[in-house]
């Protein structure tokens, strides 16, 4: 996980910091300390969005959540601000869970190519079945942009 951090940090000092396109659609991987898994994120504008991911808890599950997310501009071209609430759906060891979730993250889309490099915070509340504050969920993500 370290080696994956340090990787992210330095494309971003040296990706330099010409004009990103924006994008509508992106999708790809997103993996940290509790989860591992797809996301789809559909942006309305360049302000609002809507994010799917589909996530592996490391122990016996899945989780699908939903999040609308709010993008701001931040530090410089390129790079986004968001954060944005949404709920989940999931199964532990063969047990329903319901939740809600937060989330809060840097985004930087890469100029020259169509990806989207990504660290985020996503803490959750289950309200069904295993009533827990979960907040664990600090993770990198890498999505394909059109």
């Known amino acids: ?5 340090f990787t992210f940090f330095a494309l971003l ?7 990103a396109q ?3 659609w992106a999708g790809g991987f997103r993996a940290g300390g509790e989860t591992i898994g797809f996301t789809v994120k559909h ?16 122990k016996n599950g899945f989780t699908a959540t939903v999040l609308y997310e709010r ?17 989940h759906t999931g199964s532990w ?7 809600v979730d937060v989330i809060a993250g840097l985004e930087f889309q890469i100029p020259a190519v169509p990806l989207a490099l990504s660290v985020d915070y996503k803490p959750a509340f289950n ?3 295993k009533t827990k504050f979960y907040m664990a969920d600090i993770a990198l993500g890498l999505k394909y942009t059109f």
């Open 71 to 87: 993008h701001i501009p931040v530090i410089g071209e390129g790079f986004e601000f968001y954060y944005g609430l949404g709920g």
């Open 13 to 19: 000092l040296f990706a330099g910091a010409a004009s």
């Open 43 to 58: 942006k309305f504008d360049s302000a609002n969005g809507l994010e799917g991911i589909f996530s592996y808890p490391w």
């Open 93 to 99: 060891n063969h047990r329903f869970s319901l939740g």
């Open 22 to 24: 924006n994008y509508k």
């Open 127 to 129: 309200i069904v079945r």
């Open 1 to 5: 996980m370290k080696k994956i951090a």
